[in-house]
């Protein structure tokens, strides 16, 4: 932990390079905040510092809606949106939506379905739904490729809920069946 003094110089400073590295709660108002924020300065009196944003609320004070302190470097929330779509890629690709609805990724993950759609959207490209569905694909073609399994075998393995899911999914991508697919692929 920094001395007072140093926090003080650097919250007086509003010095960018100290951004995460403590926390300043003003005693009178209860409020913690950034050494970058842009309010007004409070008096050195009336300040405390905390090396984390934890530590500031333990000792009862509640983050400024201006500087946001609770999303501070080196936190998740630092990140912002690119974080909350990286973790749902990860659950994705590990089957999230292979039996649960984008309902429930988006609660695990603790935001609205429709807020989630419009990460993707943005930082994707593409819907959940849509994103899963490539994976299955993916998945299915390489299991294709690699084996003998069966077409059902295959289509439970990829993700899919049916063999009829699977045949239209493929059908619509590749224009043609899984079967011929593999066919093809055999010569």
């Known amino acids: 932990m920094l001395s007072f003094d140093a926090c ?48 500031a609320e333990a000792a009862g004070f509640r983050p400024c809606l201006r500087c946001r302190p609770e999303t501070a470097p080196f936190c998740p929330a630092w ?9 749902a890629l990860r659950m994705i690709d590990n089957g999230a939506l292979d039996q649960a609805s984008v309902v ?16 993707f959207e943005r930082h994707v490209g ?11 694909l993916q998945r299915a073609k390489r299991l294709l490729n690699t084996g003998n399994s069966t ?14 899911r699977f045949n239209a999914a493929f059908a619509k991508l590749y224009g043609r069946t899984p079967s011929s697919l593999r066919v093809a692929a055999g010569r």
């Open 104 to 119: 429930a990724l988006a609660d695990k993950l603790g935001i609205s379905a429709r807020h989630l759609t419009r990460l």
């Open 126 to 136: 593409a819907s959940p739904q849509q994103l899963a569905m490539t994976l299955r």
């Open 79 to 87: 990140n912002g949106t690119r974080s909350t779509v990286a973790r």
């Open 8 to 55: 003080n110089a650097a919250r007086l400073r509003r010095d960018p390079r100290y951004d995460g590295r403590f926390f300043t709660a003003v005693k009178t108002t209860r409020i913690y905040c950034r050494p970058v924020c842009p309010a007004k300065q409070p008096l050195t009196r009336n300040v405390a510092y905390y090396p984390t944003a934890a530590a």
């Open 151 to 164: 077409m059902t075998e295959i289509a439970f393995r990829a993700g899919f809920q049916s063999v009829r």
